[in-house]
């Protein structure tokens, strides 16, 4: 057990639709990271937030966001979604601001379906 | 531009028998390495990372993994592998650059399977 929550687990839903994923850091964690894990593409870095605050985004696309709000918790945003958004979301969490000696726990992940 | 290559996308070996996952990398200053495990149906999980100093690190469930400056390559090993190291692994390079966006750059991941 990584000590990163991710809820929900699974979520089907259709094309054009918005959706919300949850992420609870590890105890004591300040960072937490988004990544989407597709077939072709692997994992990508979507978002590091620290402490509340945006600092680094990756491959995130104009239709989602994300948040980190003051217990830590984040949330990741997908809107107007399309069948190619269908992957693995994999929330991590780190110590610090993302330091070379801070590795990232990651949580179960969830898993979007898009039909 | 910063790569992790896994050149193999499949492998099968007997329990028992020994393993190496190959990892070369892509990155212009010295690298923070990683090797992660996926099982099926969780998370990733940190093996092993190397930030400096012995090229030789250990890691966990017997793990280990070498790093060799000259052919830009992280190899993850284990003597003896066993059923329940069938998953999914993969390598990582951490580009902490400041200015640079914090983050991990993931090779595609190399399939374990373990035959009885």
């Known amino acids: 057990d990584s000590g990163v929550t991710q809820t929900p687990k699974h979520l089907i839903t259709a094309t054009g639709q918005r959706v919300t994923l949850r992420c609870s850091p590890r105890?004591?964690?300040?960072?937490v990271y988004w990544y989407q894990q597709s077939l072709d593409q692997g994992l990508q870095f979507l978002i590091h937030?620290?402490?509340?605050?945006?600092?680094a985004k990756g491959n995130i696309l104009e239709r989602f966001s994300a948040q980190q709000f003051p217990d830590l918790h984040s949330e990741l945003n997908l809107s107007s979604l399309e069948l190619g958004d269908s992957a693995l979301y994999f929330c991590?969490?780190?110590?610090?601001?993302?330091?070379?000696?801070?590795?990232?726990?990651f949580g179960d992940g969830t898993r979007l379906s898009i039909l | 531009a910063q790569s992790v290559t896994q050149p193999d996308i499949h492998i099968t070996v007997s329990e028992g028998a020994s393993l190496e996952l190959r990892c070369n990398y892509s990155?212009?200053?010295?690298?923070?390495l990683f090797w992660y495990v996926q099982s099926p149906g969780q998370g990733l999980q940190l093996l092993l990372k190397?930030?400096?100093?012995d090229t030789l690190v250990q890691g966990i469930k017997g793990f280990e993994a070498e790093f060799k400056r000259s052919q830009s390559s992280f190899n993850l090993r284990k003597p003896s592998v066993h059923w329940s190291d069938a998953a999914e692994y993969f390598c990582?390079?951490?580009?902490?650059?400041?200015?640079?966006?914090?983050?991990?750059?993931w090779g595609l991941g190399t399939s374990l399977a373990v035959n009885p």
């Open positions: 190397y930030f400096s100093g």
């Open positions: 105890s004591g964690d300040l960072s």
């Open positions: 990155y212009g200053a010295t690298p923070y």
């Open positions: 991590a969490s780190s110590v610090g601001t993302g330091g070379s000696n801070q590795p990232q726990h």
């Open positions: 937030y620290y402490n509340g605050e945006e600092r």
């Open positions: 990582a390079v951490g580009d902490f650059n400041a200015g640079n966006n914090r983050k991990l750059i």
